[in-house]
């Protein structure tokens, strides 16, 4: 850029002068690049990596916010934050959202019916599964397992539920 002015002293004689320098005012231009998309739902059930890069087409750029890794805590709406500089000291920054649950659900099991006789089953009896998860809920679970057989005093019937996030429960 140049600056042009002009003086004049008490007689009326001009002078002009003129000033160049550099000017850049405007931060850089700045993106949030996750190491890999998310892991179901769009929730991440693990850590990631979030790397920063920029651009600036006046000044240049000087550089970036170092590569930051997440892994947790859960939440529903987290960020990882970065930023770049420019040559000519401006800064911009930028936060990549995400939501983060790397925390099984719970979930239990229970009989479609009371007992036959005496706290036994003499009949066939459904088992269904359900779960709960505080965050990234609902939870889907394993159907109802119908269990016919074969005679037993110690019967256990397996199920499992899986939450938004793709985290699967024990079984239960």
Known sequence: VTVNGSCSDQAGNPSGASVSFKYDATGPAVTASPSRGPDSNG??????????????????????????????????????????????????????PLKYDATAPSA????????????????????NFSGSDGLSGPVACTGGRNYTGPDSASVT??????????????AS
Request: proline share 5%; net charge negative; hydrophobic share 25%.
């Open 43 to 96: 929730w991440y059930n693990h850590g990631l990596t979030v790397g920063f890069s920029g651009s600036d087409g006046l000044s240049g750029l000087a550089g970036c916010t170092a590569p930051q890794s997440y892994a947790g805590p859960d939440t529903a709406s987290g960020t990882v934050n970065g930023s770049c500089t420019d040559v000519a000291g401006n800064t911009n920054g930028v936060s990549f």
């Open 108 to 127: 239990s099991g229970s009989a479609s019916r009371g007992p036959d006789q005496n706290g036994w089953y003499n009949h066939g009896v459904t088992v």
């Open 157 to 170: 019937v397996n199920g499992s539920c899986s939450d938004q996030a793709g985290n699967p429960s024990g």
